[in-house]
């Protein structure tokens, strides 16, 4: 696949305009004009934008239902978007000492002014994060004559079906998380820190192709009941359990991926335990087809560990969508596995299938294709034995 012609940019122009297009399609059928993004991840995907950790500040895009959109941006970020945003038109504002929320808000009142939408209706990502009740309070101050109205995510279910490219981004996010925990389950020995854990971790995360933020779940023997530790400066002691659970990041397109560890020798129960998970999740995994009710799917993964005994109070999600991702976030979390939800499954789509039961855990990157599922997650799925 040829590379973007904008080297500053993840995709082509092309692929940047289809996505606007269907975006606005879908504006049009629910009497849009214009939508307020503020969700990192839905800025960049119609736009391009990468700031990394600069959305702590106020950044937005406005999207008219005909017409290129407007970015809305902190002035010190400029250069970033003219190196790998698409999109020419921007309004932006200067830090403000006194009044900072007001000044970031009337960048947005004077977006949507210069496109002639001030007066109507406003589709604003009412779930997003980073439209705060301040802000939200703002902008309704400023703009008066507007009427906020939730926009029914039409951005995100847009991104949940992934194209050709997007999934390259997830293959080589894979990669880079495979490195990580296999460089980690190599050092793993009685004495050994959980600190220095990560720090052979991180260092291969690195080194494979990852990119910030850096994060993941490290923890150890008794720790590993906490679902999202982070490591610290316990040592391991023979016999212990080690959870892995860590996130490889390419281009912003985030893989996950969960193994489990035993200092020592396996016992014959925690062979049996696992080798059963494993068992599980690659007969729900197989399920995975388009139409498929998600359903189905959570139900192969749930039953059998709660009628084994191994889920005695399975209440979290069986699987999660993945793809463009900023903190604090795992996942996209568009679509979840859950009992009684009702969506289908569709070609594209991208999961984290996760199964935790008898003290461990094994998760799998899995794409939905045509003809069925496919892992891009290749690492071996089993309880290692680190002696």
């Not at 996130?247 to 200092?263: D, E, K, Q």
Request: charged share 20%; glycine share 10%.
């Amino acid at each position: 696949m040829s590379e973007p012609k904008n080297s500053g940019m993840d995709f082509s122009i092309e692929e940047y305009r289809t996505r606007l297009q269907r975006t606005q399609e879908g504006m049009a059928k629910h009497d849009l004009p214009v939508l307020l993004l503020h969700q990192p991840e839905n800025i960049q995907y119609l736009t391009g934008l990468d700031i990394g950790i600069g959305f702590f500040s106020y950044h937005a895009v406005a999207v008219p239902s005909h017409g290129d959109p407007v970015l809305v941006m902190r002035d010190a970020e400029l250069p970033a978007a003219h190196v790998t945003s698409w999109v020419r038109s921007h309004t932006s504002y200067a830090d403000h000492p006194l009044e900072p929320i007001r000044a970031s808000i009337d960048a947005a009142r004077r977006a949507l002014e210069g496109l002639g939408v001030a007066g109507g209706r406003v589709g604003v990502d009412e779930h997003s994060w980073f439209l705060t009740q301040e802000r939200s309070k703002m902008l309704q101050a400023l703009l008066p004559n507007a009427t906020f109205v939730a926009e029914p995510r039409i951005v995100d279910h847009l991104r949940l079906i992934k194209s050709p490219r997007e999934i390259d981004y997830l293959r080589g996010a894979s990669r880079c998380v495979e490195a990580a925990i296999s460089a980690g389950i190599e050092i793993v020995k009685p004495g050994i820190t959980e600190r220095q854990l990560a720090g052979t971790v991180f260092g291969a995360l690195v080194n494979a192709g990852g990119e910030l933020p850096l994060s993941g779940v490290i923890t150890s023997g008794n720790r590993t009941n906490l679902l999202h530790g982070c490591y610290g400066d316990r040592r391991l002691e023979r016999g212990d359990t080690v959870n892995f659970e860590l996130s490889g990041i390419h281009h912003n397109y985030c893989a996950r991926l969960m193994r489990t560890a035993i200092v020592g020798q396996l016992s014959a129960e925690q062979q049996r335990t696992a080798e059963t998970i494993s068992r599980v999740q690659d007969e729900a995994i197989a399920l995975m087809r388009p139409g498929t009710p998600a359903s189905v799917i959570d139900r192969a993964c749930r039953e059998p560990l709660q009628a084994m005994g191994l889920q005695k109070a399975f209440t979290n999600r069986s699987g999660y969508s993945l793809g463009l991702n900023y903190r604090p976030s795992a996942g996209e979390f568009i679509r979840e596995f859950l009992p009684g939800v009702e969506w289908l499954l569709e070609a594209g789509m991208v999961f984290d299938m996760r199964i935790l039961g008898g003290g461990m855990g094994f998760s799998d990157v899995v794409l939905v294709t045509e003809r069925g599922p496919e892992r891009l997650t290749s690492m071996e799925r089993k309880l290692f034995s680190c002696i």
